[in-house]
């Protein structure tokens, strides 16, 4: 049994205090086009057996080639390739053998009469990006690099001024967005 809940709940830290910017409006439906890629169902099973023509692989590398294929724009997560090689598997499409602490797949001669080793469902994932969109992710994942490489070489002052410039950034993005408003 869960202990019963406090009667109130603590202040937030200092830092978290602040007023909030603005918050824009939601948009009209359907108006700005997604961040992120549209999939669509089947596209991760379509991709797991085009890349099972060429080679066995296992997830992780059906992973990193789907998303090298599609330029980092698609990543696939664990959670949707291993129960697709799974059902696959109990469809008699693919095979899997356990070796090294890793299940490499296989297609079995089935699996070969329903691959299309034409289909590249990563590059119709890719064009389902506007452009600008696709600019935005990289802009943002060489972000990441950054913030990843400072977080394990900056010094004092240079972590200082990182965080002053994200605080600065987050307050100027949702000025941006509040333009409209």
């Known amino acids: 049994m869960w202990p019963p809940a406090a009667p109130f709940a603590p202040p937030p830290p200092p830092h978290l205090d602040l007023p909030l910017p603005p918050v824009p409006p939601e948009p009209p439906l359907g108006v700005p086009p997604a961040l992120g890629p549209r999939v669509r169902r089947g596209d991760v099973r ?64 089935e699996g070969r009469r329903q691959a299309d080793e034409r289909a590249e469902p990563w590059a119709d994932v890719c064009r389902s990006l506007p452009e600008d969109r696709h600019e935005l992710r990289m802009l943002w994942g060489q972000l990441n690099e950054a913030f990843v490489h ?32």
């Open 46 to 109: 379509a991709a797991l057996l085009r890349l099972l023509t060429e080679e066995p692989r296992n997830g992780y590398q059906m992973i990193e080639e789907i998303a090298r294929r599609s330029g980092g724009v698609w990543r696939p997560s664990p959670g949707s390739v291993y129960p697709a090689l799974q059902q696959m598997e109990d469809e008699g499409l693919v095979s899997g053998v356990e070796a090294g602490g890793s299940r490499t797949y296989r297609l079995t001669e």
């Open 150 to 181: 400072l977080t394990h070489v900056a010094d004092d002052r240079q972590v200082a001024a990182t965080k002053k410039l994200l605080k600065s950034t987050r307050q100027a993005m949702f000025r941006i967005l509040a333009e409209d408003a």
